[in-house]
């Protein structure tokens, strides 16, 4: 199902958010950016054009992610706009989680990491995806949160200066990665909540690590 825009915006001049527009939308600030790059990067391991969608709880615990590929929008290599990428965006959220549509108030929240070729600067790409994440947030009863470039020069959380250069695109996984706090629930079902925590120092005994992301 394709829905029309959640705001007034028609044009598709209106489909791209402007790093002034972004920084004056209220995007709540990550306590530990690098702890969800580094989880998301060693869970999906993107190529360029490739976003990975997480949605956390309110201690950014990780409830669910997903990736996609930009090939997988429909859109041409040229074009920017974020109308087609919020449509993947909430179908791959739909996958994935169920909506908080009924709540008053959001508590979950979304994070957007894309890989790509370049620097770290904004450029009218990432607007597109600045609003495809923020429309997409609104028909699935989240909130808007963090957008996150991976390049090769490393990551960087645009409209609030912080980054770091590992890991990076086309990098070696990072060191960090989601490990499960609850069992893993029955396909179909919606997923534990997940934690960021280092790996074990000491051996342990092989055992298949249970998963809550899907490349869909």
Do not use: K
């Not at 306590?31 to 949605?55: F, Y």
């Not at 990428?85 to 959220?93: F, G, I, P, Y």
């Not at 495809?132 to 947030?137: E, I, Q, S, T, Y």
């Amino acid at each position: 199902m394709v829905f029309g825009p959640a705001t007034g915006d028609t044009g598709p001049s209106g489909r791209i958010l402007e790093p002034a527009e972004w920084a004056a939308a209220g995007i709540p600030l990550l306590r530990n950016p690098r702890e969800i790059v580094t989880g998301l990067h060693s869970r999906h391991r993107p190529a360029p054009q490739t976003a990975v969608i997480a949605v956390l709880d309110p201690d950014e615990r990780l409830r669910a992610s997903a990736s996609l590929t930009r090939r997988e929008t429909g859109l041409p290599e040229a074009v920017a706009d974020g109308w087609d990428l919020r449509n993947a965006l909430l179908a791959r959220l739909r996958r994935v989680i169920p909506h908080d549509l009924r709540r008053r108030f959001p508590v979950r929240t979304a994070v957007l990491l894309y890989c790509r070729a370049g620097d770290a600067g904004w450029t009218e790409e990432d607007g597109a995806w600045m609003w495809g994440l923020r429309d997409a947030c609104t028909l699935h009863g989240l909130r808007c949160g963090a957008y996150i470039t991976l390049t090769g020069g490393g990551w960087q959380v645009l409209g609030e200066g912080r980054g770091g250069r590992r890991p990076y695109a086309g990098g070696p996984p990072a060191d960090a990665e989601f490990t499960a706090v609850e069992p893993a629930e029955q396909a179909g079902t919606a997923p534990g909540p997940r934690a960021l925590q280092p790996p074990p120092t000491a051996p342990q005994a092989a055992e298949a690590e249970p998963t809550i992301s899907w490349a869909v």
